[in-house]
């Protein structure tokens, strides 16, 4: 796995880094040389996934928490990928048959999440050269209709 150093002495958070484009962006990540900490409510999965990552030779801490509460985000940070998000058929719905309930829930993790982070992160980067903030949309901002794209346009 581990392919060049070209992230050496560097650190990466990535929410949402249990499965998909976290774990994928988390893995790439290691291959050249940066620690990453993956980030995901799942803790069993968000273990799986920084053990595998170590099992093939790079640097991974877990960190289950959910977005939507207060980041806790400590020591230095160099890159920061704001993935974590609800998007499953249950969110993909309009309004008004979400509810107001699922609604909030959904703009907690996928809007107020980022903000949480990245607010949560800033000051760790503050100074750090190259530091680096990425977040992860969707091309369903761009379909209306659904809560989960307003979410993702936002």
Same mark, same amino acid.
């Given at each position: ?6 992230? !050496? ?7 949402? $880094?249990? !499965? ?5 962006? $988390? ?10 900490? @993956? ?12 053990? #595998? ?9 877990? @960190? ?10 400590? $020591?230095?940070?160099?890159? @920061? ?10 969110? %993909? ?11 909030? !829930? ?6 107020? $999440?980022?903000?949480?982070?990245? @607010? ?9 050269? #190259? ?5 992860? %949309?969707? %091309?369903? #901002?761009?379909? !209306? ?5 307003? %979410?993702?346009?936002?």
């Amino acid at each position: 796995m581990i392919d060049g150093d070209s992230y !050496r002495d560097r650190t990466a958070v990535i929410t949402g $880094g249990a !499965r998909g484009f976290g774990r994928a962006f $988390g893995a790439a990540l290691a291959a050249r040389g940066a620690h990453v900490v @993956l980030v995901d409510l799942d803790s069993v999965a968000v273990e799986a996934a920084a053990t #595998g990552i170590r099992t093939a030779g790079g640097a991974a801490t877990a @960190l289950a928490g959910d977005v939507a509460n207060e980041a806790r985000i400590h $020591g230095g940070i160099d890159i @920061l990928i704001n993935n974590a998000g609800l998007h499953s058929d249950e969110y %993909s719905k309009p309004i008004v048959d979400m509810g107001l309930a699922k609604t909030r !829930r959904l703009f907690e993790v996928n809007v107020f $999440g980022v903000v949480a982070c990245t @607010l949560a992160a800033k000051p760790l980067m503050d100074g750090r050269q #190259g530091a680096t903030i990425v977040n992860i %949309s969707s %091309s369903a #901002g761009r379909r !209306r209709g659904t809560d989960y794209g307003t %979410s993702k346009l936002a």
